[in-house]
């Protein structure tokens, strides 16, 4: 039997379907020796942030060699499919800006980009016939990926930056988990260079405000809002005892994605 490799899935196909399942039965047809497990499949469409934020969050617990394939939404329906290589870790997606956001994100991490041979101009099915057999190339020997050329990338994407003036220090939303809580792009290092010993407002807007940080969202009230530190090192934010399954992003003042939180000095103490 060959040997054992891992390959994740990350897509906006949902659960409703049989997409998910119909790709993983067409993997293991052409090589049962392989474990596929799903990262998400509820990557909204066009998600290129959400897409790369969620698979820079999974891909570090993966052990080298892995074979991450991205599959989201996308403006341009016949974008090329590229391969980056990152951390000893392979990652196929199409061209639409999300290795981008996952390179910029892992900017400490050096990277590779290959074109593939997957002809993404076919029809569906002859495309997804060329998906799984470079997949298979790829899982079958890791250095299949020398064999192909080398490209230039640019960068297209980024995720946002922080804005920090004397009293404030601006960030973003950059994810919104399963049970409504905004994730930000405020770290627990630059949030506590900002503060130091100060008293602080975290300003989501609308009147909903935070005062006071947790080490879990456990230890806030029932009904109260909450901020912490998740597991990420970033700025977490939601409401304590959400209704199962979520809340509607209305109830963290209608935030989505790039939208600012603000951090501010209380300059009346």
């Not at 991450?68 to 974008?79: A, L, V």
């Not at 975290?202 to 809002?225: F, T």
């Amino acid at each position: 039997m060959s040997e054992k490799r891992l390959i994740t899935l990350t897509t906006n196909w949902g659960y409703r379907d049989a997409d998910v399942a119909i790709f993983k039965a067409q993997l293991l047809t052409l090589n049962d020796a392989l474990t596929v497990i799903d990262i998400s499949h509820e990557v909204r469409d066009y998600g290129a942030m959400q897409a790369a934020f969620t698979i820079s969050s999974a891909f570090k617990h993966f052990p080298d060699n892995t074979i991450h394939f991205i599959e989201i939404g996308n403006d341009e329906n016949d974008s090329a499919y590229l391969l980056l290589v990152l951390s000893n870790q392979f990652f196929i997606a199409r061209d639409n800006g999300t290795l981008s956001l996952l390179i910029d994100v892992n900017q400490n991490l050096s990277y590779k980009i290959f074109k593939t041979s997957i002809n993404h101009q076919q029809a569906s099915s002859n495309l997804r016939a060329d998906i799984l057999k470079f997949i298979l190339n790829l899982s079958t020997s890791p250095a299949f990926a020398q064999s192909l050329t080398a490209t230039n990338f640019k960068i297209q994407k980024k995720f946002p930056g922080l804005s920090i003036d004397q009293y404030s220090l601006k960030g973003n939303v950059i994810h919104i988990n399963q049970f409504g809580n905004i994730i930000t792009n405020i770290s627990k290092n630059e949030f506590l260079k900002f503060v130091g010993d100060k008293k602080f407002v975290v300003n989501l807007g609308r009147g909903m405000d935070v005062e006071v940080m947790v080490l879990y969202p456990e230890q806030a009230s029932p009904g109260d809002l909450f901020g912490y530190f998740n597991q990420e090192g970033l700025l977490e934010l939601g409401l304590r005892d959400a209704p199962l399954g979520g809340i509607p992003n209305k109830s963290l003042g209608g935030l989505t994605i790039n939208d600012r939180v603000f951090v501010n000095i209380d300059t009346e103490i």
